[in-house]
């Protein structure tokens, strides 16, 4: 027979195993799987509840970092995007540029990366107040990883 204490501890470790399995009691950047250099950015301004300051933080290092890796450092913003991935001789070429389907890629990640520029970084830019909830802060920020990890791809001409 259990005592009340071994009985609580028990019912706690249960517990415990149940979150973990189900994605629970992990911070939502880790559910996310969201990019390190993205949590180095944004992570305490999420956790402190400025969900849009943690998206636009996020917006403006993905902007910054594509300017550093393309040598367009005076350029920003969409014109930057669309300029250093374009699919005639890119500053950072993220495919091998050999078929139409490549080519087809290429543009269409200028058109990510310059729609985020303009669609999710811009607006927090230049509004005051937190315009997101938590839930569009997280998939802000995983776009924001997914298109990290695809300038971390990028091929070497």
Excluded: W
């Amino acid at each position: 027979m259990f005592t009340k204490f071994e009985a609580i501890v028990r019912r706690s470790s249960e517990n415990t195993r149940h979150a973990e399995q189900n994605g629970e009691g992990l911070h939502p950047f880790d559910t996310r799987n969201i990019h390190p250099e993205i949590s180095k950015v944004s992570l305490k301004l999420f956790d402190d509840g400025h969900y849009s300051q943690a998206t636009f933080e996020t917006f403006k290092y993905i902007d910054k970092k594509v300017a550093k890796l393309s040598g367009k450092l005076k350029k920003t913003g969409v014109s930057l995007m669309l300029d250093v991935f374009q699919e005639k001789n890119p500053s950072i070429q993220l495919t091998n540029l050999s078929t139409s389907s490549e080519i087809d890629e290429q543009k269409g990640f200028s058109f990510l990366f310059a729609g985020s520029t303009s669609a999710i970084r811009n607006p927090r830019g230049h509004e005051v107040g937190n315009l997101d909830t938590v839930d569009q802060c997280l998939d802000h920020l995983s776009l924001a990883s997914f298109l990290l990890r695809r300038l971390g791809d990028r091929v070497t001409p």
